[in-house]
Structure formats: C-alpha cells, structure tokens
C-alpha cells in the first residue's frame, strides 16, 4: 500500500475536525473536533517517520499525545467550570472579550 | 577699610526684619512697625560707621570688595556674593537708609488706622534691603537680584491695598513695564558674558577700554533700555503716574527718591562702558532730555497732587539721565542732583501725604486753597523743598540742577545748544508746575468747605463743595518732613562747598577735566533764575491771584494731552498692546487651523482605523479559530509557493 494514502486519509481527518471546530456549538463536540485534528497530525507524523526511515516523526508524535492528554484535562475542566456557571456549554454564548 | 566686612549687614538686617515680620505674622502686629523702623535705623547706623571708616581713609582706599562667598562657579564663569564699597555705593546707602529710616517713622503714623500695617512695613523693610542690594553689588547679576527685588517690592506696594481694583491694576502695569526694562538688562548681560566672559564689575569695566564700538553700543543701549524700564524714563515712562495709587510713603521713598533713581546708578557705575561708545552715550542724553520736557509738560497740567509730583520725578530724573549722558563732565552731577532730589522729592511726597491726611484722602488740588494757615508745618516743609526744586539760591537744587545746566552746555556743534536749551526751558517749566502745585494748595481760596463757615451743611455747601476737616498732622509724620526739610535747604551747600562731592566720588567717576560752557556761567545762571521767577510768577498770578475753577476749564489740545499724560497709554495700546493682541490672535488662530487640525485628523484617523479593528473581535471562539487556520492555509500556501519556485 503506497504510504502517501495515509496523508490522504490524515488530511480527511484534519478537514473533518475542523470542520466540526468550526461549524459546532457544543463545547464538547468543537473538543472533539480537536481531537481529531490532533490525532489525525500523529497520523501525518507517523507517516513521515515512515517515509523518511527515522524515528523523529515518532518522537514527535508522543509529544503531541502528552500535550493532548493535559489538555484534555485542562479543557473539560474549563468546560464543566463554564456549564456550571451558566447552564451551557455552547461556545457561541462564551463572549465577553467581544469589542 | 576695616569696617568692610559690615557690608553684608547692610543687606541683612533689614532682610531679617522683613523676613521675620512676615512669618511672625499676625502676632506682631501690635509691635511690628516699630521692629520695621528698627531694623531700618539699625541700617542706617551700620552705614554711618561705614561711611565715617570711609571717610578717614585716603581717597585711593576707599574702593572694596568684599566678596563673603561664591555664589555661582561653572565652567569659566564665577559670580562671587561681593558687595563693592566706594563713595558711590555708601551715598546711595545713606541716601536709602536716611530717607528711608525717616519714612518708615512716618508710616508708623500714616498707616496707622490700616489693618495690615505689619505687612506694609515688612514691605517696606524688603525693599530697603533689595534696593540696598542693588547698589551694594559687585556685579551686574547681583545687582539684577536687587534690580528684581525693588521691583517686586515695588509692586507689592503699589498694590497694597489692592482690594480696590485699580490698585491691583497699576502694580500690575508697573510690574509688566519694568519687565521689559528687565529684559534689556539681561541681554546685556549676555552680551557681557559672550564679550568680557564675566558679569562682575572689575571683569566689565575694567577692560572696557579694549571692546569694540559696536559690542559697547549694543550693551550701553540695553543698560539704557534696564534704566529707562526701572527709572520710568521715555517710552518705558507709562507706569510711575499710575504707580501713585499707592499709600503715599511707598511714592515718597520708592517711587521718588530711591528705586526710581536706580537707573541713574546703573548708568552712572557703567560709566566706563558708556565712554566706549558715544553713541550710546547721545541717546542716553536724548532720552533724558526728552523725558524731561515729557514730564514738565504732564506736570503743568495734573490736578492730582501725587501724580503731579510723580510727572515732577520723571522730569528730574531726565535731568539725572541727561547729566549721565554727558559722560565723565555729568556722572557726579547726575548723582548730587540725585541725592538732592532724593530729599527734596521725599519731603514734597510726605507733605502732600500730610495734605491728604488732613484733606479726607482727596488728592485733587482744585479742591484744595489755602491751607497754609491750617497746615503750617506741612506747609513751611513743602515750601522749603518747592524752593529747593526750584532751583533758587541757596536750597540744595540750585546747586545740583544749575550744575548739570552747565554741563548741558558743554560740548561742541549742535549737542551743548539743543541740551542746553532742553535744559534750560525744562528749569522754567519745572518753576511753573511746582508752583502751581504749592499755589493751588496752601494759597489762594479755599475751595472747599469747613463746618464753621456759614451755608455748609454736613454734606457739604449747596454748590457741592465737600467739607473738610483740615488738622495738622501728628509729630510722627511732621518729623520726618522736617528733617527732609533742612536736607532740601542746606545738602546743597554743605556738598557743593568745594566741590567736595564731586571729589568724592572721584574714586568711582575718575577726575572730570573742568570744560568751558558754550556760554558763560554767570548768564546761564542769571538765564536760569529769570525763568524760574517768570514761570514762578505766571504760576503765581494764575493760581494764587486768580480764581481757580473747581473743575478742569476747557483748554487748548496740548494742556488736554497733557491731562491725560500726552496720551502715553493710547500710544502704549496702539503701538505695542494692539500688534501684540493681533499677533497671539493670528497664533492661536494657526494654532487651532494648522497645527492642531493636522495631529488631530491624524489622531482622529488612527481613532477611526481602531475601530474598525476592533469590529474583528466578535467574541465568537469559532470565528477566531477560523482566523488561525485561514492564517495557517495562508503560511502553507506562502512556504509552498516559495519552495515551489525555488525547486523548480
């Protein structure tokens, strides 16, 4: 199988999260969204690591999963903070910092 | 001289009793004025013991410096705090704590029913000690100090009572008028600054000889510019008639005998400078001869007592100028008639005070007639300094004012004959105004009501003539008058004797080669005392024969000019208030039409371009994501262009 699907398949992955980043309301739905950009990054690192024959993609993989799991840490945490405060937890209703 | 290091004293003592009477403060009200008249006798007392050191010495001695410590030491310049001792200085330290000593005593008396007499004689005490200052200097930036000094106390006494406005108003004009004499005298010092690297008077005078014409010319006509500001002299003249709405002592000592006189001092101490440049030295002379006849003319024509004195002291003082625009021929006469004047003027002030007291404040002359028989030692006191202002043989202003006639007369071409004459005809002048002046008030009718006379109610008689209380004053006030009264009558005499002043200040002034007049003396003094009595005898028939009307008759052009000061101040407006009014207009104008309007469009355009920034920030998270991925495509599409291209 020719490595370059993989980048294809990463690129889909990418488009789709952002999609949902950017078209979703739910807080917990736009994190996901950027999740799957996340993952599907590891996948395009993964590759590369692959297709150059050294380990620098991989290594830099693990790092993008250690600052994904702090941030998925962080981010629900703000979330739950903000559903709690205000009974929502849609982004569009977060906008003080609006001119 | 041993008694040398006193000197600074003679600034310090009344310093400290201003100082003290100020910041004491309400406290010392009830002793104040006396600690005034302490502190200025105790001065006085200290420039005796000078004077009398001074006086045993040989003339060659009496020049010092006694310099107590550095004031200013940059780079290569260095001002000492010097105070210079010679004759010059010590006669204008008697001159100032004599006559000054003698009006603080009468102050006590005249400002006796004023709320803030404290305050008036820590005035007073301030100015002793400025003016002292100024004459005391050893350097023309000290001398400025003492320059500011009077001029400050100058203005804090003409406006004394400034609940009235007009006060506050005069002590303003006086203060913003000196102010532009006070600018000459700075740039002057530039000038010296940049020509001799020093302002001190050894620095200054002492290689005068060796400057060019042109460097002296420019500082002796800004010294003349500091004189003409301080010394009320043409076209800086406006302030001194205005300057009268002071309490009459201020007139009597500041504005009459002393401060007024410091322009005379400082061209006189400049002498040196002055002979390096002749030209400076004609205008000197012109203004002061112009001056002269400008306050003559003014004199003749006022009928308010103070302000006829004080056109009288612009007059004198052009006398003053005129005899130090001379040169080395007028220095000594300019400051013999300058301390005789400082006697005569004084008392005349402090009579026409003592009229006043007695006359319910009122200063206009047309009400006033024959007070002699009430007011007898007012009126001997001001007859004695009116002889002597006068000029008639043997008061003390025949032999200062006849002196500088002489000189006048002096010369070659056209300068001794136009001085001269100037000179003359300001001496016939002067009898008519000063007569007039004595005529109007202790001869001739009354023009004013008493109770005792029969058809005067309280409010005064049925034609609206007020009633008067005439009483003479208490001794406190006829005292000083008195003793001003024998300097006016025997200064002259005493002084003249063997021209001992003149060889007194020989030290300062240098020996004066004697020059014959254009004319013989004997015709120019018996030319002299002719018109004297002829201006005398007008002033005689017209104002102590004739009736004099209560109100001012209709006149000619120049007596209604000279009533309202030859116009002096409608010249000041349109000259110079008037440009100046429509310059800062045309400013404020380009101001507010060019240069605001540009930096504020622009900040205004800075303004508009943030908020239409600002609308970029819509609070909405998703919208900023899009932004940073947009951003993120558009840094792919950069690097893949450029990489692009270089590959290919």
């Known amino acids: ?99 | 001289m041993q008694t040398l290091s006193l000197a600074p004293w003679l600034v310090a003592t009344p310093l400290i009793g201003a100082a003290l009477l100020l910041l004491v403060g309400r406290r010392s009200d009830r002793w104040g004025h006396w600690f005034g008249v302490l502190a200025s006798t105790a001065t006085f007392v200290i420039g005796l013991v000078i004077l009398l050191d001074m006086l045993g010495v040989d003339a060659a001695e009496r020049v010092g410096v006694h310099t107590t410590a550095s004031w200013i030491d940059v780079g290569p310049l260095s001002v000492d705090l010097g105070f210079q001792v010679d004759p010059l200085s010590m006669t204008f330290v008697m001159l100032i704590s004599f006559v000054g000593s003698l009006i603080h005593l009468y102050s006590v008396a005249y400002m006796s029913h004023d709320r803030d007499r404290r305050r008036f004689f820590a005035y007073l005490n301030l100015f002793v000690a400025a003016m002292l200052l100024l004459v005391l200097a050893d350097s023309y930036l000290l001398l400025f100090v003492g320059w500011e000094g009077v001029g400050l106390a100058s203005y804090l006494l003409i406006g004394f009572w400034d609940h009235h406005l007009p006060n506050a108003v005069a002590g303003k004009k006086a203060f913003v008028m000196n102010r532009v004499g006070d600018m000459g005298l700075i740039a002057a010092m530039m000038f010296m600054l940049a020509t001799f690297g020093g302002v001190d008077f050894l620095t200054v005078l002492g290689t005068a000889g060796a400057v060019d014409e042109g460097t002296a010319t420019a500082i002796g006509l800004l010294l003349l510019l500091a004189a003409c500001g301080k010394s009320a002299q043409l076209p800086l003249q406006a302030w001194l008639g205005d300057a009268m709405a002071g309490p009459t002592p201020v007139s009597a000592l500041i504005h009459a005998a002393t401060m007024v006189t410091a322009g005379v001092y400082l061209l006189v101490r400049s002498g040196p400078l002055l002979e390096a440049a002749p030209d400076a030295q004609l205008v000197i002379a012109v203004v002061g001869a112009l001056t002269l006849l400008f306050g003559a003319i003014v004199g003749c024509a006022k009928d308010d007592i103070k302000k006829a004195l004080a056109a009288s002291t612009m007059s004198q003082i052009g006398y003053m100028m005129l005899a130090a625009g001379l040169g080395p021929v007028g220095y000594a006469f300019a400051i013999f008639h300058l301390l005789t004047h400082g006697f005569f003027k004084a008392g005349l002030f402090l009579g026409a005070g003592s009229v006043m007291h007695a006359m319910d404040d009122d200063v206009n002359m047309r009400r006033f007639g024959g007070l002699a028989r009430l007011l007898p030692v007012t009126a001997i006191t001001m007859g004695l300094g009116w002889l002597a202002i006068l000029g008639v043989p043997p008061f003390s202003g025949f032999y200062s004012k006849d002196k500088i006639i002489e000189a006048a007369f002096v010369g070659e071409g056209w300068r001794p004959w136009v001085f001269g004459i100037v000179a003359l005809v300001g001496a016939g002048i002067t009898a008519y105004y000063m007569s007039r002046l004595f005529f109007m008030t202790f001869m001739g009718r009354r023009r004013w009501a008493s109770e005792l006379a029969g058809g005067a109610g309280r409010d005064g008689a049925a034609d609206g003539t007020p009633v008067r209380h005439p009483h003479e004053s208490p001794w406190l006030m006829t005292l000083p008058m008195v003793v001003l009264a024998i300097g006016s009558v025997g200064l002259g005499f005493v002084l003249n004797a063997g021209d001992r002043f003149v060889h007194w200040l020989e030290p300062v002034t240098g020996h004066a080669e004697h020059h014959e007049p254009v004319l013989p003396i004997w015709l120019i003094v018996t030319l002299t005392l002719v018109l004297v009595v002829l201006g005398a005898a007008l002033a005689f028939v017209q104002y102590a024969v004739q009736r004099v009307p209560t109100t001012p008759p209709p006149a000619s052009a120049l007596v209604r000019a000279a009533r309202v000061d030859l116009h002096q101040d409608d010249v000041n407006e349109g000259l110079v208030m008037l440009p100046g009014k429509v310059l800062t207009r045309s400013m404020v104008f380009a101001d507010r039409t060019a240069v605001d309007a540009g930096w504020l469009g622009l900040a205004g355009g800075v303004g508009r371009l943030g908020g239409w920034l600002r609308g970029l920030q819509s609070g909405y998270v998703r919208q900023y994501a899009a932004t940073t991925l947009g951003g993120l495509g558009v840094i792919v599409l950069v690097i893949w262009l450029v990489s692009g291209q270089g590959a290919s």
């Open chain 1, 1 to 99: 199988m020719e490595l370059v699907n993989y980048l294809y398949l990463a690129s889909i992955l990418f488009a789709l999260g952002a999609t949902t980043v950017l078209l979703r309301r739910n807080a917990i739905v736009v994190f996901m969204g950027v999740e799957l950009m996340l993952n599907a990054t590891n996948l395009a690192l993964v590759t590369f690591a692959r297709m150059h024959g050294d380990i620098t993609g991989q290594v830099l993989a693990f790092f993008v999963m250690v600052v994904a799991a702090a941030e998925v840490v962080v981010g629900l945490a703000i979330i739950v903070t903000i559903f709690r405060a205000r009974r929502s937890a849609s982004v569009d209703d977060v906008n003080l910092l609006k001119s």
